[in-house]
């Protein structure tokens, strides 16, 4: 079953919890969108919360055949895939003294500061995360894409586009031609196009030269900018640092797509639970210094390659 923030809001009763899955909402456009299996169930008493799934990594084809004779048999090619569910958020004190002098209101700050480092992690793990080097993450885009059909410009160095402040009157066109071409190679219109700070504004710098971009806001006021009404989003930087999610490596990035769905990019969560929680500090019991939690519990998955790609080697700088 397909669920999202708006609809897990509902699995909660009390309006602080709501209020925080609003607070996730609007502060990231991904996962505002983003979809969520919300199919499993604690296993091995409570030892494991695995997400089974095959990943299609090839189609099958039609083809014509004699009367009298039958179709030549296919099957389609696809992996089975795990991945479980993990845990990530933060903690936070607080002085019953500053909660109750305070010229702001020290809880709703904290509060806010910690989701906004949630969604931070969330975006790094999604793009980058790997097992292999961080068993408490989950595995993101650049792992499920690296090798796959619909990696991009993915050669040696004489295949990098320049788009620099240099260069980009000169290669605008080259560039936008390379990214409709990457778009087409996908499974269906992706649903967005996720780089760094610096790829989304040359993205939008060349967009503009041909007046192939629009700006609207969304419910929540947010000014969205689309490329071929594809939403271009900044994925920000890692949580609790100025490093960006999607590094600028020699002056090269990369951008991601995806397309969001349950048969395509999607995240997962328990069953009949909302994967994000709020603990606030409780100061009606003894103890000077109490403590507060923001927690989500979940993964994502990509059931087909051919719904995700990267195009690489895109010279910013």
Same mark, same amino acid.
């Given at each position: 079953?397909?669920?999202?923030?708006?609809?897990?809001?509902?699995? *909660?009763? &009390?309006?602080? %919890?709501?209020?925080?899955? !609003?607070?996730?909402?609007?502060?990231?456009?991904?996962?505002?969108?983003?979809?969520? @299996?919300?199919?499993?169930?604690?296993? $091995?008493?409570? $030892?494991?919360?695995?997400?089974?799934?095959?990943?299609?990594?090839? *189609?099958?084809?039609?083809?014509?055949? %004699? /009367? #009298?004779?039958?179709?030549?048999?296919?099957?389609?090619?696809?992996?089975?895939?795990?991945?479980?569910?993990?845990?990530? =958020?933060?903690?936070?004190?607080?002085?019953?003294?500053?909660?109750?002098?305070?010229?702001? @209101?020290?809880?709703?700050?904290?509060?806010?500061?910690?989701?906004?480092?949630?969604?931070?992690?969330?975006?790094?793990?999604?793009?980058?995360?790997?097992?292999?080097?961080?068993?408490?993450?989950? &595995?993101?885009?650049?792992?499920?894409? @690296?090798?796959?059909?619909?990696?991009? #410009?993915?050669?040696?160095?004489?295949?990098?586009? &320049? /788009?620099?402040?240099? #260069?980009?009157?000169?290669?605008?066109?080259?560039?936008?031609?390379?990214?409709? !071409?990457?778009?087409?190679?996908?499974?269906?219109?992706?649903?967005? *196009?996720? =780089?760094?700070t610096t790829l989304i504004a040359k993205i939008r710098a060349c967009a503009r030269r041909t007046g192939n971009i629009f700006e609207t806001l969304d419910d929540f006021g947010r000014q969205i900018v689309t490329y071929g009404g594809i939403p271009l989003i900044d994925m920000g930087n890692k949580s609790g640092s100025t490093n960006p999610v999607i590094a600028t490596t020699? =002056? !090269?990035?990369?951008?991601?797509?995806?397309? *969001?769905?349950? @048969?395509?990019?999607? $995240?997962?969560?328990?069953? &009949?639970?909302?994967?994000?929680?709020?603990?606030?500090?409780?100061?009606?019991?003894? =103890?000077?210094?109490?403590? $507060?939690?923001?927690?989500?519990?979940?993964?994502?998955?990509?059931?087909?390659?051919?719904?995700?790609?990267?195009?690489?080697?895109?010279?910013?700088?």
């Amino acid at each position: 079953m397909a669920i999202t923030l708006e609809q897990a809001k509902a699995l *909660l009763t &009390d309006e602080i %919890s709501q209020s925080v899955i !609003e607070e996730f909402r609007k502060s990231s456009y991904l996962m505002e969108n983003m979809v969520f @299996d919300d199919a499993v169930y604690p296993a $091995g008493n409570g $030892g494991a919360l695995t997400y089974s799934y095959y990943r299609l990594t090839a *189609l099958p084809s039609a083809d014509f055949r %004699s /009367i #009298n004779s039958n179709f030549t048999s296919q099957t389609i090619s696809k992996t089975k895939y795990t991945v479980d569910l993990k845990a990530f =958020g933060g903690s936070f004190n607080i002085d019953r003294v500053l909660a109750k002098s305070s010229i702001i @209101d020290e809880v709703a700050f904290q509060s806010k500061q910690m989701i906004k480092q949630t969604i931070a992690l969330f975006n790094d793990t999604i793009i980058n995360g790997d097992t292999s080097e961080d068993t408490d993450a989950f &595995d993101g885009l650049e792992k499920a894409l @690296d090798g796959s059909s619909t990696e991009f #410009n993915g050669g040696d160095s004489d295949t990098a586009i &320049d /788009i620099s402040a240099a #260069n980009i009157d000169t290669n605008y066109k080259k560039f936008l031609d390379m990214l409709d !071409e990457f778009i087409l190679g996908l499974d269906g219109t992706p649903s967005v *196009l996720m =780089g760094n700070t610096t790829l989304i504004a040359k993205i939008r710098a060349c967009a503009r030269r041909t007046g192939n971009i629009f700006e609207t806001l969304d419910d929540f006021g947010r000014q969205i900018v689309t490329y071929g009404g594809i939403p271009l989003i900044d994925m920000g930087n890692k949580s609790g640092s100025t490093n960006p999610v999607i590094a600028t490596t020699a =002056g !090269e990035t990369n951008l991601y797509a995806a397309r *969001l769905g349950l @048969d395509a990019f999607h $995240g997962i969560c328990m069953r &009949d639970s909302s994967p994000i929680r709020i603990w606030l500090p409780d100061f009606e019991t003894a =103890g000077a210094v109490k403590q $507060g939690e923001v927690e989500m519990v979940a993964a994502v998955a990509l059931k087909d390659t051919k719904t995700a790609g990267v195009f690489r080697q895109i010279k910013v700088q």
